[in-house]
């Protein structure tokens, strides 16, 4: 069974060439690994923090359609998006994927030609959606909601309420566990993948890199090196200059808002800008979404301002009946959004990805979005190969399943791991049951109001490469969005360490 070993990954990665180094272990690098492991190179992933310590664990955690880009006249990317969508939901990872029903509803602060503009948006939305050949099964087509159904579907609807549209985007399960088992897809290819490992400088032929846990220094010798540290792809290449964007997100419980549907409200004063409640599987309920430019170093983890706080909450209470306050906040979160420097001005690579070839030889892979990470990998693999030094087949990761993904978990296996590990639920079961505790205490949640349970605690450990409480309260599972669970869940995590023997 795939695990994540990062010790005989250093050891080989100490001794070999490899083919392929991979720098940062985002959703991107994680995508590159698999990408080029699966074509047959030998490869070496490594990530200065974690899996998913960057941008990927930020977001708002949808497979986008493309809708966005279409507004912008984008229509390659906006088609690239939809295909991207289609091939998560539908064979790459659908266990780790679902739609998502959202409503706008039509209230007083939504005038009737915004409604409209919108209604024809999400018509345009799911042209794409057919271009992309999703069936209407998975993602149903956009219809307008009377009043009434409004109501119905979006409990505390502000009372001015004339109506509603309903449309269906993708949604991951979450940002972090999409990370986790492209990387754990990729060691099952034969990739190896150490955390806790920077790349203090990299050339077109290897690196140096330093181990944060033991403080040695290595030089790894490559045939070709990728550059996949997102915002901080810049730090490690030159004549690439990233000026970010940060995006936050609140964290709300789903007793605040509808926790079955996604609630759309206008920004006022614009016509295409929106903010969303977005209803996640374990009860709570995140707002996005910011875009504020920033100066200055980037920082490890991104902070909201008290501005974005504000800004979230008067916008989507224009939606309902009781205004959002301060007090509905449990938790606030911010990513940043590459924007490169260009010549003229900055380009907003969260919209597009781009792949750039230093002199030396080093392919930077930069920009995107979650849902094109594939697209992403193949073109960067492609600029590999097109250096000449390495040979290998076309990009096979379009049919190429994650963990997970095929076969059907055991009858008896609890519904919240086949959620989260889809066919290989029985695996964390069995790992779990391996340490002789019982099932009771395996799969209780791990503390009151926190669904996590010891056996998801020790999975992260034994498989998924956690090396301590902050890898997996924050990353292998997002218990750390909300302070107070967090803090619950503590002692938790300690003993499923101590029991994995770490
Ligand atoms: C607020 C927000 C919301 C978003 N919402 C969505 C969404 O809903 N759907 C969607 O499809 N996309 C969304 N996106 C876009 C998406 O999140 C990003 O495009 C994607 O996560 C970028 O991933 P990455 O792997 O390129 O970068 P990152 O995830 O930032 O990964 C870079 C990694 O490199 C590592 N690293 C850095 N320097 C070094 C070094 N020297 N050595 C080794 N490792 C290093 C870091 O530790 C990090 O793990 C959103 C973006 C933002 C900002």
Redesign the pocket.
Known sequence: MTRLDRDSALTWGAEETVDLLV???????AGVALDAASRGLTVLA?????L?????????????GGLRYLAKGQLGVAHESAVERHVLMTSTAPHLTRSLPMVLPLTSAVGRAQGALAMQGFRAGDLLRRGARTPSSLLPRPRRLTAAETAARVPGVHPSVRGGLLSYDGQLED?ARLVVALARTAVGYGARVATR????SVTGTGAVLSDTVSGTSLSVRARAVVN?????AD??VDGLSLRPSR???LVLRGTAVPASVAVTAPVPGSVNRFVFTLPQPDGLVYL??TDEPVDGPVPDVPVPSEEEIDFLLSTASTAFERPLTRADVVGAY????PLISAQGGTADL?REHAVLTSPDGVVTV????????RKMASDAVDAVLAQGSLHAGPCRTRALPLVGATGAPPADAPARLVRRYGAEAGVVLEAARSTGLADDELLAPVADGVPVTLAELLFGVTHEGALDVDDLLDRRTRVGLVAADRAAAEPAARRALSLAGR
């Open positions: 720098v940062g272990l985002g959703v991107t690098g490594v990530d200065a923090r974690d998913a310590f960057g941008t990927s664990r930020w977001s708002s955690k949808l497979v986008h940002d490992v920077r790349a203090s996949a540290t997102g915002v901080w730090r490690l995006g936050t997100h996005g979404l911010a990513g940043l959004r969260s930069v920009g995107g979005k979650l849902t094109t990470y």
